[in-house]
């Protein structure tokens, strides 16, 4: 059951497919198709490329028989999440052999990590390209068409695709990702996107301002900015520090566009969190009270292991401050089980750090080592196979038993929730989240509303993943 569960949980995060659509097909010549996995920024990467398409004449669609290029946008952070990219790719390969001349690329985390090896162990790809070299994909579609197999893997310190306007794609038109930065400094020992996405660097931030204001203008109600580490965002537009933006700041920019836009943000990181982005967060309503401040593991030598630099101790101290300043704020984090020399004491101590910080939902995983990283080369994967799956299960059992609780410590609470669209299971019932982030699913009854407004809702019931209620008149 809690395999199950973990499973649903890891394929939500890491095998997320989505196939766009071709707004105006009689706009473009030739058709792409564009697959994300993994990470939100790899899904906000997708709309980029699909914009630099765009303006190749390549329209979208949704079907990749269809297409004449083929793109999957990959990921690196664990051993599965490319073991999927690659049977992902055996499909395309069938394809292939009936349509010789539709090309096939590689984006994202694994072209990066993998490079032209890729061409070598992935004989039916044409392109591989990093994800700081997306710009030069017309080129590189170019010498594919061919005949060449290309390769553009370059890490920019500079590169934020600022002046590109993503092209929103498979969008339900009310909820949109923002990227505000890229790259990430901090060299956990575990993780190998320093590799594979580079250094870290902020996108200016007037092109996020007025990306955020188009999209209001649109009639999108909700942006997510992102970033690997998003409090760790700085931009100074001019000499003075009088013009440096934080990610206090930032966040307050975007909040002022509207009081009907929400703002959300991920990822933070437990030792950049500042009590001036939680005050922040306190004062204005459409910021939505929800944090995903991911702990890792719960044992000090553990983060230290993991070069974390944090302790236990400070990260459950970040936790209650959070409580103190946001009574109502929901919390979800990330855990990794059996690091290298995870003892079973230690083991506990993730346990007892999750009773004492209560999260609202957690992304949990056993350890995957990542060729590369400062971990595979330091310190020796010595926890069994079996005990990582004893001790993921663990910590997916006590999570339930929390989410579950959380869920329903909300019954009779109301909530402002955001339409996003009907729910899954009936054109009767809408569903959207509220501030916190939960999923909420309610009756349409006679009200005239719409996607993308906002209900007063009750609830009366709630499962460990969904609060189920009624509209109550605003
Ligand atoms: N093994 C397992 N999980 C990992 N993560 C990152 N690297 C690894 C790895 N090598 C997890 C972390 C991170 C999330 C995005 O993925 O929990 O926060
Ligand atoms: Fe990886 Fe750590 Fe950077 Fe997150 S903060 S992307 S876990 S190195």
Known sequence: MAETLQKVTDELRQGETFAPFAEDPNLYTKKFYIESYGCQMNFSDSEIVAAI???????????????????????????KAEQTVRNRLQAFRKVKEQKPGMLVGVLGCMAERLKAKFL????????????????????????AEGGQKSVNVLLSREETYAN?????????????????MRGCNNMCTFCVVPFTRGRERSREAVSIINECKDLFDRG???????????????????EGLE????????????????????????????????????????????????????????????LQLMNRTYTREWYLNRVQRIREIMPDC?????????????????????LSLMEASRFDMAYMFSYSERPGTLAARR?????????????????????NGHSRESYKNDIGKIFEVLIEGNSKRSDKDWCGRNSQNKMVVFPKGNANLNKGDYAMVKINEA????????????
């Open 220 to 238: 999108f109600k909700e942006v997510t900015l992102l970033g690997q580490n998003v409090d760790s965002y700085y931009f100074n537009e001019g």
């Open 120 to 143: 070598e162990e992935e004989k039916l790809v044409d392109i591989v390209v990093g994800p700081d070299a997306y710009r030069s994909l017309p080129g590189l579609i170019e010498e």
């Open 379 to 399: 310190y020796k994967d010595d926890v069994p196979e079996d005990v990582k799956q004893r001790r993921l299960e663990e910590i997916i059992k006590l999570q």
């Open 53 to 79: 398409l765009n303006e190749e004449g390549f329209g979208a669609t949704r079907n990749y028989e269809d297409a004449d290029l083929v793109l999957l946008n990959t990921c690196s952070i664990r051993e």
């Open 330 to 350: 929901g919390l979800s984090t990330d855990i990794i089980t059996g690091f290298c020399s995870e003892t079973d004491e230690e083991h506990a101590d993730t």
């Open 243 to 302: 013009n440096a933006v934080t990610f206090a700041k930032l966040l307050e920019m975007v909040a002022l566009i509207s009081p009907l836009l929400r703002v959300r943000f991920s990822t933070s990181h437990p030792k950049d969190i500042t009590d001036d982005v939680l005050h922040t967060m306190a004062k204005y309503p459409n910021i939505c009270k929800y944090i995903h401040l991911p702990v890792q593991a719960g044992n000090t030598r553990i």
């Open 463 to 474: 499962t460990s993943a969904t609060l189920i209620g009624e509209m109550i008149n605003n």
């Open 164 to 180: 590109i306007s993503p092209v929103r794609l498979d969008s339900n038109g009310v909820t949109a990702f923002v990227s505000i």
